[in-house]
Structures are given as structure tokens and as C-alpha cells.
């Protein structure tokens, strides 16, 4: 069974430059969720996507976007970054979507730095 | 807004010892999770409890869920070393979200 994976691991931008952070769900799982983690503090939820549609957003702003393929696999893109995007962010599946009770399974994250 | 409150923020320990995390939340839900991270690392799931009453048990590590007070615990027994790690607990508020708290920065020392 093959885990969720992110790529790139690390990642240094600077102001106003626009960033693509990827995520392979694991095996078998059909939902992504993305979440933001600074420094010291927990897990942000930014959005999910289900069966290719965004199923859920937190309280980020329209710079945040993403994307779910058919495999599965998603993207996150964030425009116009600030320095206080500077952060670790973690992709998480599960399967079945936001009603489901099954815990989601994290990837080890991006860090993107912003100079 | 679902507000998720964790205390202690950071806790020491010697091995051998017991200790209770708290986990608090503001609104109605019937789903919590309990994750571990270690420095630089992901999240590892613990505990999924569904239920008021829910009581979970994981080697030194026991979780619990009152959904009536909106609690829940992390019982540590007889802490060793290798717990040391940052614990979350998670509250599921619907529609997909789930809301963290700040973490409990645990450590355990000789």
C-alpha cells in the first residue's frame, strides 16, 4: 500500500511569486484535503477535494486554489505569496469524502519558505 | 466557529510517570481524532473516537470522548521516552472541515 507522498519537500519563494505544491493520495483513497501548519501552531484546514470537486473550504482567501485529477492526485496552488505563507503544508487522504469517520492519512508536508 | 482548546501546551514528564492532555471544543460534534507528530515529521493517527463514551486504548496511550462536555483526554501511563512528540487532538465540524488544536508539546525525560 503506497502512502500519501508530496512533492517538493522543501521549497523557497520570494514575495508576490506563485507556487504548485503536489500530493499522490494513498491506495484506494478518493478524498484530499490540504492543510496549512506554521511554526509552534496546528494544522490549518484550506480546502478538500472529492471525486475531483472542491468539497469543503476553510478561511483562506481566493489565492489558495487547487485541483483534484482523475487518479486522484492534487494540487495546490497559491498566488501572489506572502511572507506569511511561509509554512509547512500537509495533504491528507481518506476515502469517502467529509462524511466519512475514517481518519486521514498525511503526507510529510512542504515546507515553502518566503524571502 | 468550532474553537479547539488543548492544554497543557507543553508538558515534561519523568518516565514511569502518568499524566492527562485535555482536549476542549466549543461546538457540537460527534467525531475527534488524537494525531502524534514528531519534529519534522507528519502526522500519525492515534485514535478515531465516534462516539459519546468512546474509550480507545493504544498501548501506554488512552483516549477518551465525552460529547456532552465536549471533551476529551489523553491518558499517558507510565511515560517512556519514545512518547516524547507533539500530540493534536481534531474535531470534525462538518462539511469536511476538521479543526485542530495547538498541539501538546510532550516530553519525557530519565
Known amino acids: 500500500e503506497t502512502g500519501v507522498t508530496q512533492s517538493p519537500t522543501h521549497l523557497i519563494k520570494t514575495r508576490g511569486q506563485q507556487v504548485t505544491l503536489r500530493c499522490s493520495s494513498q491506495?484506494?483513497?478518493?478524498?484530499v484535503s490540504w492543510y496549512q501548519q506554521a511554526l509552534g501552531q496546528g494544522p490549518q484546514f484550506i480546502f478538500q477535494y472529492y471525486r475531483e470537486e472542491e468539497n469543503g473550504r476553510g478561511n483562506f482567501p481566493p489565492r489558495f486554489s487547487g485541483l483534484q485529477f482523475p487518479n486522484y492526485s492534487s494540487e495546490l496552488n497559491v498566488n501572489a505569496l506572502e511572507l506569511d505563507d511561509s509554512a509547512l503544508y500537509l495533504c491528507?487522504?481518506?476515502?469517502?469524502?467529509?462524511?466519512?469517520?475514517?481518519?486521514?492519512?498525511f503526507g510529510d508536508g512542504t515546507r515553502l519558505s518566503i524571502l | 466557529e468550532l474553537k479547539v482548546e488543548q492544554n497543557p501546551l507543553f508538558l515534561s514528564m519523568q518516565e514511569g510517570k502518568n499524566y492527562t492532555i485535555y482536549c476542549n471544543y466549543s461546538t457540537t460534534s460527534d467525531r475527534l481524532y488524537w494525531y502524534r507528530q514528531d519534529p519534522g515529521k507528519s502526522l500519525e493517527s492515534l485514535f478515531v473516537?465516534?462516539?459519546?463514551?468512546a474509550v480507545k486504548q493504544e498501548g501506554r496511550l488512552m483516549a477518551s470522548l465525552d460529547t456532552k462536555a465536549r471533551l476529551s483526554t489523553l491518558h499517558i501511563t507510565a511515560a517512556v521516552h519514545d512518547l516524547s512528540a507533539t500530540y493534536f487532538c481534531a474535531v470534525f465540524s462538518g462539511y469536511s472541515t476538521l479543526t485542530f488544536g495547538k498541539g501538546t508539546m510532550l516530553l519525557v525525560s530519565p
Open positions: 491506495s484506494g483513497h478518493n478524498t
Open positions: 473516537l465516534l462516539s459519546n463514551g
Open positions: 491528507a487522504s481518506s476515502l469517502g469524502g467529509g462524511g466519512t469517520d475514517q481518519p486521514q492519512h
